[in-house]
């Protein structure tokens, strides 16, 4: 079983998506900082995870999520909070 995941890091108040077949490792991975993007990050806290059947439909979803966030980030940083 594959999962999509969500983290986030209070310490640099940054959210991280990703997806993996092993989620208790790759966890693990994030927060023992042997992963680049999110070395700095730790401790990552899971916020939630979506579970697919296929690596494919987990690229997929991983994908579009990563879009959804990006264009909500731009929304954001072009309206004046």
Same mark, same amino acid.
């Given at each position: 079983?594959?999962?999509?995941?969500? &983290?986030?890091?209070?310490? #640099?108040?940054?959210?991280?998506?990703?997806?993996?077949?092993? +989620?208790?490792?790759? *966890?693990?991975?994030?927060?023992?900082?042997?992963?680049?993007?999110?070395?700095?990050?730790?401790?990552? &806290?899971?916020?939630?995870? #979506?579970?697919?059947?296929?690596?494919?439909?987990?690229?997929? +979803?991983?994908?579009? *999520?990563?879009?959804?966030?990006?264009?909500?980030?731009?929304?954001?940083?072009?309206?004046?909070?």
């Amino acid at each position: 079983m594959w999962r999509v995941y969500y &983290l986030y890091s209070k310490k #640099i108040n940054k959210y991280y998506i990703g997806k993996t077949n092993d +989620l208790k490792r790759r *966890l693990n991975e994030h927060n023992l900082g042997q992963e680049q993007y999110t070395k700095k990050g730790e401790p990552w &806290l899971l916020i939630g995870y #979506i579970e697919c059947h296929s690596n494919k439909e987990a690229c997929n +979803l991983e994908t579009k *999520l990563k879009k959804a966030k990006k264009k909500v980030r731009s929304l954001v940083y072009r309206t004046k909070w």
